[in-house]
């Protein structure tokens, strides 16, 4: 959802509560189970069907089974209503990290912008091509 929310102007984020939503299932595969990749995956799928397929993510359940087919139940609205302010052009592999954080264990936060994190739960780091 971080990446939705960096490309919203912050009128398109106020009005996003109001527009009409679209619900259904999103799918991507991670390459030999391959999590990392895999998320990578689902960020292009996020940012393709922005773009080409109308669809605009606010809000997503996701699952990832063994075999690492990602799916998630989103929720999006007509891509042509929300305003923006920022384009996301692609997902950088450059200092990409996924990894699981243990219980009690904190992931120190970067001010102004990203919170402290005590696991237990799983943290992401993505560079973005804007």
């Known amino acids: 959802m971080g990446l939705q929310s960096i490309q919203l102007s912050e009128n398109g984020a106020a009005a996003l509560a109001t527009l009409p939503r679209s619900t259904g299932e999103w799918?991507?595969?991670a390459?030999?189970?391959d999590l990392e990749r895999g998320m990578v995956l689902w960020l292009e799928e996020v940012l393709y069907r922005g773009s080409a397929e109308?669809?605009?993510l606010v809000e997503a359940a996701i699952r990832i089974d063994g075999g690492g087919r990602i799916e998630a139940?989103?929720?999006w609205?007509?891509?042509d209503l929300v305003e923006r302010e920022v384009e996301v052009k692609a997902v950088t592999l450059h200092q990409l990290a996924?990894?699981?954080v243990a219980a009690g264990e904190m992931v120190p936060g970067i001010e102004?912008?990203?919170p402290a994190?005590?696991?237990p739960g799983w943290m992401a780091q993505v560079i973005f091509d804007i």
């Open 27 to 29: 799918v991507v595969q």
């Open 31 to 33: 390459p030999g189970g």
């Open 54 to 56: 109308g669809q605009w």
């Open 73 to 75: 139940q989103a929720s």
């Open 77 to 79: 609205v007509d891509s």
């Open 98 to 100: 996924l990894r699981e």
């Open 112 to 114: 102004p912008d990203i």
């Open 117 to 119: 994190f005590e696991g």
